[in-house]
């Protein structure tokens, strides 16, 4: 285990370690995390279910060269899907089989609906585990720890050291005596209630809008919104699809995220919401 700033420092440093030819050897699911995308100037893209990637596409892929697969399997950025056990498994085997190292981004796994077991669970020497608490606390908390496999982690600590030469101390020893109290899982469990609420509240929102699909089970603090038509609103208070993805088919779908705002502010957003999309309702 290495601690890390953040989850991105940890994408940063497996850009560092498979450095040669990486663009040409790492897989991304579609759409996927903007900040992945620009750091490993992302070329190979697989499609996603709601179940996740399927496995004889995924298979055939894999079998091309790929050494590495970036995924995020529980809470997905942006979709909110989660892997299904069966899938999440087959995708391990793969993984296993032609020698392919999952980069896991457990970006919001603690409010997935289930407890399945992790990538690094499975296939702890083939899997490259990231974790950050800035998305599960708050953005200033720059602190974050990986879980890599034993034959790689000198290079993973070479790297590190060439970054910066330690995370925070001081944060690590105040996020210690958070958990160890208690106090984390209490944030947790007020969070996933307020996010819950929230989420109803837009879904409620969006759903007697016809042009409009999204998903019932997506999970974490944001929705991932299908439209029929064009959505070419000024000062949108989304996040695009085309960032998310270089395939045109996401052009007209858009993240909308609901936890970085206070109870005032989001009812404010959900009447802004009503005023720019009630007229695609009509």
Known sequence: MLVVSGAQQGLDLAAKVFAARIPDNILFEDPTYPGAISLFKARHFIPLDHAGPRIG????RLADGIRLFYTMPAVHNPTGISYTAARQEAVARLAEAHGVFIIEDS???E???????????????????IKSLSQTTVAGLRLGFMVVPSRLYDRFIHAKYTSDIGSNGLMQKFFDAFVRGGDYQ?????TAARMQRRKNRLMDLLAPIGALTVAPDQQGGSLWVKSRTGLNLPHVP???GRQFSFNPAMENCFRISFMSLDDA?????????VDILGPMGR
Not at 57 to 60: D, F, G, K, P, R
Not at 117 to 125: C, K, L, M
Not at 265 to 273: I, P
């Open 57 to 60: 596409e995924l298979q055939a």
């Open 107 to 109: 970006y919001l796994s």
């Open 111 to 129: 409010f997935a609906d289930d407890t399945r077991p992790r990538f690094v669970d499975i296939a702890p020497e083939q899997t490259i585990y």
């Open 186 to 190: 209490r944030f947790l469990d007020a």
């Open 238 to 240: 989304w996040a695009p």
């Open 265 to 273: 502010d989001f009812t404010r957003a959900l009447d802004y919401l």
